[in-house]
């Protein structure tokens, strides 16, 4: 399977329609910085000029007095997952966005069709810049874990043999690894554990007394490069997405801020082109007593749904115990459930209303909004 890589993908959408910003350093201001704004991302042309993302915006000027901070669009992403979409059905109908700027797609089978895997991927990757202006990376094998690693090459696509993804994956860290767990790592960590070579000869049982079992036997599909799934229909948003949160240490229900926690989970699901149409909250008191909400969407702004579904959390959260875990298990759509903001016709102009609030929320906090009549 095929994995691509479109790294500065953010700064070719603001180059094709900002054309005077080509050849500036550009960087994205960090949407949940505080009083003191500070980069999010940074292209190619400001890494060489030694900036990087969690500097200040002011020190950042001073250093690079050329450099260009943009404010975050989530509606032009959408249109760019969407565009992505489109130019890898032309190639495959199974496929799969990950993180922005990065697509898999599955090449198996369509030799008849484009030809070598090889050769299709290097298309694909030709049609990308002749067709939408985008430069991409690509990574080619069996395992998706080492496809997307081989995607880091620059400007070509890697090509990872069959029977050699262990030793092309055994020099990177175990954190390149997406089924190991952040707490899982730092313990392996706490071991001397740290590449993925080190695991290689481990078996399930082994590592499965350092991390959960269910967590290590996919660690170490992956780390073997044996992870060879077949991709879900690309065309097909995912319906369904489970969120946990463990809460170190357990906290009351007061001090978990569960609304700005859904809303920031409702944008980055849209920034990945879907929408939430229900959800079901979970939580486990420190006596590990399970309790459940179902959710609907309903109309009107976000930020005032998310408030109500705290409410709703705080009501029916009645024992007087701490909370250690909560999970979110959402139903997600391809449209918008909910009808427009201010009874606003256009959806795109309830977004955009709906992004500034969260940029304005993130940094002054949730007194600074007011609902509108």
Same mark, same amino acid.
């Given at each position: 399977?095929?994995?691509?890589?479109?790294?500065?993908?953010?700064?070719?959408?603001?180059?094709?329609?900002?054309?005077?910003?080509?050849? %500036?350093?550009?960087?994205?201001?960090?949407?949940?910085?505080?009083?003191?704004?500070?980069?999010?991302?940074?292209?190619?042309?400001?890494?060489?000029?030694?900036?990087?993302?969690?500097? =200040?915006?002011?020190?950042?000027?001073?250093?690079? =007095?050329?450099?260009?901070?943009?404010?975050?669009?989530?509606?032009?992403?959408?249109?760019?997952?969407?565009?992505?979409?489109?130019?890898?059905?032309?190639?495959?109908?199974?496929?799969?966005?990950?993180?922005?700027?990065?697509?898999?797609?599955?090449?198996?089978?369509?030799?008849?069709?484009?030809?070598?895997?090889?050769?299709?991927?290097? %298309?694909?990757?030709?049609?990308?810049?002749?067709?939408?202006?985008?430069?991409?990376?690509?990574?080619?094998?069996?395992?998706?874990?080492?496809?997307?690693?081989?995607?880091?090459?620059?400007?070509?696509?890697?090509?990872?043999?069959?029977?050699?993804?262990?030793?092309?994956?055994?020099?990177?860290?175990?954190?390149?690894?997406?089924?190991?767990?952040?707490?899982?790592?730092?313990?392996?960590?706490?071991?001397?554990?740290?590449?993925?070579?080190?695991?290689?000869?481990?078996?399930?049982?082994?590592?499965?007394?350092?991390?959960?079992?269910?967590?290590?036997?996919?660690?170490? %599909?992956?780390?073997?490069?044996?992870?060879?799934?077949?991709?879900?229909?690309?065309?097909?948003?995912?319906?369904?997405?489970?969120?946990?949160?463990?809460?170190?240490?357990?906290?009351?229900?007061?001090?978990?801020?569960?609304?700005?926690?859904?809303?920031?989970?409702?944008?980055?699901?849209?920034?990945?082109?879907?929408?939430?149409?229900?959800?079901?909250?979970?939580?486990?008191?420190?006596?590990?007593?399970?309790?459940?909400?179902?959710?609907?969407?309903?109309?009107?702004?976000?930020?005032?749904?998310?408030?109500?579904?705290?409410?709703?959390?705080?009501?029916?959260?009645?024992?007087?115990?701490?909370?250690?875990?909560?999970?979110?298990?959402?139903?997600?759509?391809?449209? =918008?459930?909910?009808?427009?903001?201010?009874?606003?016709?256009?959806?795109?102009?309830?977004?955009?209303?709906?992004?500034?609030?969260?940029?304005?929320?993130? %940094?002054?906090?949730?007194?600074?909004?007011?609902?509108?009549?």
């Amino acid at each position: 399977m095929l994995a691509l890589w479109l790294p500065e993908l953010p700064f070719q959408i603001a180059r094709l329609q900002e054309p005077g910003l080509s050849g %500036r350093p550009l960087a994205f201001r960090s949407p949940e910085a505080g009083r003191t704004p500070r980069l999010w991302m940074v292209d190619r042309t400001a890494r060489r000029a030694g900036l990087e993302a969690g500097l =200040p915006v002011d020190v950042a000027l001073h250093q690079d =007095p050329g450099l260009v901070v943009l404010d975050p669009a989530p509606t032009t992403w959408m249109e760019a997952r969407t565009a992505l979409t489109h130019s890898l059905l032309t190639y495959s109908p199974l496929g799969r966005l990950g993180r922005f700027g990065e697509g898999f797609v599955d090449l198996r089978g369509t030799e008849r069709l484009h030809g070598p895997e090889l050769d299709a991927a290097e %298309r694909i990757r030709r049609d990308l810049r002749r067709n939408v202006g985008w430069d991409a990376h690509g990574g080619l094998s069996s395992s998706l874990t080492a496809s997307r690693l081989a995607a880091k090459a620059e400007d070509q696509v890697r090509l990872v043999q069959h029977g050699t993804e262990g030793s092309f994956l055994a020099p990177f860290s175990l954190g390149a690894l997406p089924a190991l767990e952040a707490r899982s790592r730092e313990r392996l960590s706490h071991f001397g554990l740290h590449r993925i070579a080190q695991v290689q000869p481990m078996d399930t049982f082994a590592l499965g007394r350092l991390i959960p079992p269910a967590e290590a036997f996919q660690v170490l %599909r992956q780390a073997n490069g044996q992870d060879e799934e077949r991709l879900p229909a690309l065309e097909v948003d995912h319906r369904t997405e489970s969120v946990r949160r463990v809460v170190i240490p357990p906290a009351h229900k007061h001090e978990l801020g569960v609304a700005t926690w859904i809303w920031g989970l409702v944008w980055d699901w849209r920034l990945d082109g879907r929408h939430l149409h229900r959800l079901q909250l979970a939580w486990w008191d420190v006596d590990d007593a399970h309790h459940v909400l179902k959710v609907a969407m309903t109309p009107g702004d976000l930020w005032g749904w998310s408030q109500d579904v705290e409410l709703r959390f705080m009501a029916e959260a009645t024992r007087r115990v701490l909370i250690q875990r909560l999970e979110i298990e959402a139903w997600l759509g391809p449209d =918008p459930a909910s009808v427009a903001l201010l009874l606003e016709e256009d959806t795109r102009k309830r977004m955009a209303l709906e992004a500034t609030a969260l940029r304005l929320q993130r %940094r002054f906090g949730h007194q600074v909004l007011r609902r509108g009549a």
